[in-house]
């Protein structure tokens, strides 16, 4: 299998909350994170769907790692882990 990924992953475990107007805020846990997304494992809550985007505030052990938080898009799923794509360009 050809690797498409651009970006060099790298393995972490860091909070994660995503916010949508209609669901409210998901928590999970990068799994690895680089220049273009996030893998995010979710536990005990729905996952949202492909194509959703979400405001994601990436928080350590005490406080935000970003003060604002940044626009993802969902971009695959599979069971409890979705795939997050930074979304660049004007808000």
């Not at 998901?26 to 405001?55: H, K, L, M």
């Not at 790692?65 to 882990?81: F, S």
């Amino acid at each position: 299998m050809n690797e498409r990924r651009v970006f060099e992953r790298t393995s972490t475990s860091v909070r994660v909350e995503m916010s949508h107007p209609s669901f409210g805020t998901i928590i999970g846990f990068a799994r690895d994170i680089s220049d273009g997304g996030a893998q995010v494992q979710i536990e005990n809550q729905v996952c949202p769907p492909v194509g959703t985007e979400v405001s994601v505030k990436f928080k350590k052990a005490v406080g935000a790692i970003n003060a604002e938080p940044v626009r993802m898009r969902v971009v695959h799923q599979l069971r409890n882990t979705i795939g997050l794509m930074f979304v660049r360009g004007a808000v």
